[in-house]
């Protein structure tokens, strides 16, 4: 690891603890970024499907209402 055998690494120092500190945070506030794209992904999914649901069940209603205008008249 070293090139020398008799250099000594550093000691930890309190600037090392506040960058672990900040890449937990940071690896913390992606996961919850994610998160918020994915849910956001799926609510646009849903909704979409709930309008493509309501357009066939509207065509499907003014097909059965053409239908019976033609049947009775």
Do not use: C
Not at 12 to 20: A, E, K, P, R
Not at 53 to 58: A, C, E, L, R
């Amino acid at each position: 690891m070293y090139k020398e055998d008799n250099e000594v690494p550093r000691s930890v120092h309190s600037s090392d603890i506040l960058v672990v500190i900040s890449a937990f945070f940071h690896n913390l506030i992606s996961a919850f970024h994610a998160l918020s794209e994915e849910l956001l992904e799926l609510a646009v999914y849903n909704a979409n499907r709930k309008n493509k649901i309501n357009k066939v069940w509207n065509d499907f209603t003014q097909d059965l209402e053409k239908i019976q205008e033609e049947n009775n008249g």
